[in-house]
Nanobody
Framework: QVGLVESGGGSEHTGGSLTLSCVGT????????LGWFRRPPGKEREFVAA????????RYNDSVKGRFTISRDDAKKTMTLQMNSLKPDDTAIYYC??????????????????WGQGTQVTVSS
């Protein structure tokens, strides 16, 4: 059974850093396009970053560009989101997502078939 498990969330102050990880189970990880989304408190889910097979394409929401870095290690079945220069607006539940239907799924949540349970990130000023 396919599963995605996020970890690494927590609390930080403005300017701090956190590293989120997403581990895939029950899937051939290297054949899945991956992405990160987040749901801020009281708001709709929004795209954060996406990465294609073989890491050939990466894309970021403008609000995190230059601060966040998405990467994948297929041998470890792990996707990582390095988050630097955190801001209070980054406070959200962060979800990883995966699909085997496309080599790159980008910012469209409907393109993803598998979702993790989410990990909370809280940034205080």
């Amino acid at each position: 059974q396919v599963g995605l498990v996020e970890s690494g969330g927590g609390s930080e102050h403005t300017g701090g850093s956190l590293t989120l990880s997403c581990v895939g189970t029950g899937l051939t990880f290297e054949t899945y396009a991956l992405g990160w989304f987040r749901r801020p408190p009281g708001k709709e889910r929004e795209f954060v970053a996406a990465i294609s097979l073989s890491s050939s394409i990466t894309r970021y929401n403008d609000s995190v560009k230059g601060r966040f870095t998405i990467s994948r290690d297929d041998a470890k079945k792990t996707m990582t989101l390095q988050m630097n220069s955190l801001k209070p607006d980054d406070t959200a539940i962060y979800y990883c997502a995966a699909t085997q239907r496309r080599q790159y799924a980008g910012s469209i949540p409907e393109y993803y078939d598998w979702w993790g349970q989410g990990t909370q990130v809280t940034v205080s000023s």
